[in-house]
């Protein structure tokens, strides 16, 4: 550009001169100098429309750096991103990407979120699908890898309390130690250590205790009795309990033990009765009454709000955990993991549970009446629930829910390969029957399966086959070699 300058700069004084020579010169050499003056004019149009096609014409450049701008400005693209062609081009390509990993991203969380907020139905008997049965199966590999790190406990103290799901829990821990060869608390006959006082290591027949005087799980109904229980349990034993909303604990335990005969009260009349007259309703046959939960648990159903927050405190610290009726398989994911246990170990069906059908339904009033009458009760489900929550967000809600799902197919296997049913209200035809016709039993097809077998059993014939085993194990032990 600047030559074509310097050029037309040059030709500019000829031009001059060969004007003032025409007139001299003549007609002769008009022609020539014609021919001159056109290519002059012609050269200084090209210069001129050179010019302006530089000026006003955008490069390539300005094109990829207006399209960066335009990216920039809705999508805060970086800088770099508009230093060249190559990177314009990449630049438009990673926000296509993303956009489309964003998208599907939100499509999978919303999609767990609906199988969390929709759960899986307690009881669907022999339901599977590939999908649930790969998450089993990838829950317990993962289980596997995580056993591989820690040591499965033996030693377990569990507090059975009255209404709260713990036979069910309780089903768990016989059989478990009935497989390992592990020895149990156990009374000369029933179920009961302790209750209605409080718990005494001497209460347990001598032929029932190792040589050590120690055992490796309590699992039978007792009322704590922290330095008594302490001396027939291993320094290492994990302390587990359960707790229930104690209004329908206490309208369990109120139809179930048939508490209306003892206090000439239906429990429809009780929103209709002062206060002061519940509170001194005497605990049945010394055993059922209100502030259940407390009272199996050690404590005096009537103490003061001081005295409950530091009973609440103390209970803390003693139990490892403490499980919750209301999410009895998130309870049973998380005993399985602080005991090295695995799925297998927590399947178990439902026990001493009455039928949905027989069930009465609480009305508003009714409920706030046994809420309130049950008060210290109440404070101990908050605190425990609460408590109970954060250790489900600590363990991760989804991976929870992954668990919770895998144990649930799991059980349905078990139901379906053991070949059992549900037998409901009384059935003469059984060989071992539940504590009353209100609940469900099972019986099973496959009676050579031992594990089959204990599944099944209802409370009192899997303590007794418990105890059997051990007299039989330790008059072994005593007996002169």
């Known amino acids: 550009m600047l030559r074509m300058r310097l050029k037309f700069a040059r030709l500019l004084p000829d031009f001059c001169q060969y004007a003032s020579h025409m007139s001299l010169q003549g007609l002769a050499q008009h022609a020539l100098y014609t021919r001159h003056l056109k290519t002059l004019v012609g050269g200084l149009v090209l210069v001129t429309l050179v010019m302006l096609v530089m000026y006003t014409t955008p490069t390539p450049t300005a094109l990829i750096l207006s399209a960066a701008n335009s990216l920039r400005e809705t999508d805060k693209l970086p800088e770099s991103s508009a230093s060249s062609g190559k990177a314009g081009d990449d630049a438009a390509a990673s926000l296509s990407l993303r956009q489309e990993r964003e998208e599907k991203e939100k499509e999978r969380e919303e999609a767990k979120e609906e199988q969390v907020e929709g759960g899986i139905p307690e009881k669907v008997f022999g339901l599977e699908s590939p999908d649930r049965g790969s998450l089993r199966s990838e829950v317990l590999m993962a289980g596997e890898s995580a056993d591989a790190q820690c040591r499965p406990q033996h030693h377990v103290m569990f507090l059975k309390t009255h209404k709260c799901a713990s036979s069910t829990v309780q089903n768990i821990f016989l059989r478990y130690g009935y497989t390992h060869n592990l020895t149990f608390a156990l009374p000369g006959g029933g179920n009961y250590l302790g209750n209605p006082s409080l718990f005494k290591a001497a209460i347990i027949p001598k032929k029932l205790l190792p040589p050590s005087g120690k055992v490796d799980i ?14 027939v349990l ?4 994990r ?10 604990l206490y309208e369990s335990l109120f139809n179930f033990f048939h508490l209306k005969n003892g206090y000439n009260l239906d429990l429809s009349a009780f929103s209709s009765q002062p206060m002061s007259r519940l509170m001194e309703l005497p605990r049945y046959g010394g055993k059922f009454g209100k502030n259940q939960m407390l009272f ?6 009537n103490m003061s709000v001081t005295q409950l927050r ?4 103390e209970l803390d610290s003693v139990f490892d955990l403490v499980m919750v009726a209301e999410r009895m398989d998130e309870s049973l994911v998380l005993l399985r993991h602080l005991l090295c246990w695995s799925l297998h170990d927590v399947v178990v069906f439902t026990k001493n549970a009455r039928r949905q059908e027989v069930k009465p339904t609480l009305d508003p009033q009714t409920r706030q009446t046994l809420r309130e009458l049950n008060s210290a009760d109440a404070l101990l489900y908050d605190h425990f629930m609460a408590k109970h929550r954060r250790a489900v967000l600590e363990f991760g809600a989804r991976r929870m829910a992954d668990e919770v799902s895998a144990l649930r197919s799991l059980r349905d296997e078990y139901f379906e390969d ?3 049913r549900e037998v409901k209200g009384k059935d003469s035809t059984l060989k071992f029957k539940e504590y009353s016709g209100l609940v469900s039993s099972y019986v099973t097809s496959n009676n050579s399966d031992q594990n089959c077998l204990m599944l099944s059993l209802p409370e009192l014939p899997l303590v007794d086959t418990v105890r059997r085993k051990q007299l039989k194990v330790l008059e072994e032990m005593r007996a002169p070699s």
Not at 226 to 231: A, G, L, N
Not at 310 to 313: D, M, N, P
């Open 218 to 231: 309590f699992a039978v109904h007792t009322r704590l009795n922290f330095k008594e229980h302490s001396r």
């Open 296 to 301: 199996d648990l050690g404590y005096s159903d």
């Open 234 to 237: 291993h320094n290492d034993t």
């Open 310 to 313: 530091q009973a609440i405190e």
């Open 239 to 248: 302390w587990v309990t359960l707790v229930r909303d104690p209004a329908t």
């Open 418 to 420: 053991c070949g059992a």
